[in-house]
């Protein structure tokens, strides 16, 4: 089972539009979940995080935990073309001095005009 | 805003070569990690570094990569003798220890090191 699933896409949405990013995590001990955006060829940019259950809101952006579902999004409001990229989702886990962030192979968003 | 540097931004060398990239993560953090993305792939953890020594490490990370904390600055990758399937980008990142709500395990990326293996 892989450890953080997300869908490849291509997402595509109007420009405007609300864009749903979904991701579902294995390890019921994760303990801080991240949304990462990646342009090609560019490192992962940190978009929000969130560690508590619920919505967690920063501007156009709305990340949304479940942990009983295992269950992260992420939602885009008023997408514009230059949220255009890869969005990756990311779950943290630590124990004692060990820890990893794990990625998901991430949702490629294309915003139409 | 606080960056990790890490050079150089790419490099070519000839399998069988060895390569060290390096990293200059943010001066509070203690916490250190190298990540790999082939093309076209996800970003995969390779290990993590605390306290000058490894944490954790992946199934990829095997006796042919090495890292190193020579000073108290920067943060080394060696790998001994390159494969061609090691043509990759390279991200090194740090992040503090704490609480998440003080924006502890939130990892800070480099912008990255090409690798390309002839």
């Known amino acids: 089972q892989k450890e953080v699933e997300q869908n490849s896409g291509p997402l595509s949405v109007p420009e405007g539009a609300i864009a749903s990013l979904n991701c579902t995590y294995s390890?019921?001990?994760?303990?801080?979940f991240f949304w990462y955006r990646q342009y090609s060829g560019k490192s992962p940019e940190l978009i929000m995080f969130i560690y508590s259950n619920g919505d967690k809101e920063d501007g156009r952006f709305t990340a949304q935990l479940n942990k009983a579902s295992q269950y992260v999004s992420l939602l885009i409001r008023d997408s514009q073309p230059s949220d255009s990229a890869t969005y990756l989702c990311a779950v943290f886990i630590s124990a004692g001095t060990a820890s990893k962030l794990t990625f998901g192979t991430g949702t490629r968003l294309q915003v139409t005009l | 805003e606080p960056e990790v540097t890490q050079t150089p931004s790419h490099q070519v060398t000839q399998m069988g070569q060895e390569v060290i990239l390096r990293c200059v993560p943010i001066?509070?953090?203690?916490?250190f990690y190298w990540y790999r993305q082939i093309l076209g792939q996800k970003v995969e953890f390779l290990v993590s570094?605390?306290?000058?020594?490894?944490?954790?490490k992946s199934e990829i990370f095997d006796d042919q990569f090495s890292v190193e904390r020579p000073d108290g600055s920067n943060f080394t990758l060696k790998i001994r003798s390159t494969k061609l399937e090691d043509s990759a980008m390279y991200f090194c990142?740090?992040?503090?220890?704490?609480?998440?709500?003080?924006?502890?395990?939130?990892?800070?990326f480099g912008a990255g090191s090409r690798l390309t293996v002839l």
């Open positions: 990142a740090s992040t503090q220890p704490g609480h998440p709500s003080s924006g502890a395990n939130v990892l800070t």
């Open positions: 570094f605390y306290n000058n020594e490894i944490s954790e």
């Open positions: 390890d019921r001990g994760s303990q801080s």
């Open positions: 001066s509070n953090h203690l916490y």
